[in-house]
């Protein structure tokens, strides 16, 4: 599953499925690809800096934990028909705004 394409937090970097390793405290910004389909259960836990992310109209589905941890992030506007999974935000003060 391709779910987080590119995070973009200096630089652009690219990344699989989830973002992996040492990065994950560092990403600030991140901007999943259009076309993603899903972000993946987990796919950003643990990136406790992530201030905003950016996701495109062709998401339809976010996974479980998919923001766990996110403790910087606040706000969130989503795709209108957007699938979230359970808790896909726990640990945030995040508010999500559909459409």
Partial sequence: MLAVPQVV????REYGSEVQGTDKEGVVHAIVAE???EIGDSAFAGC??????????SVTAIG???FEGCRSLAFVS???ATTLGYD???????????G
């Fill in 35 to 37: 076309g993603t389909t």
């Fill in 88 to 98: 896909a935000f726990p640990s945030t003060t995040v508010v999500t705004r559909r």
């Fill in 9 to 12: 937090s200096g630089e652009a």
């Fill in 64 to 66: 479980e934990y998919a």
């Fill in 48 to 57: 406790s800096s992530l201030a905003s992310v950016t996701i495109p109209g």
């Fill in 78 to 80: 989503l795709p209108a």
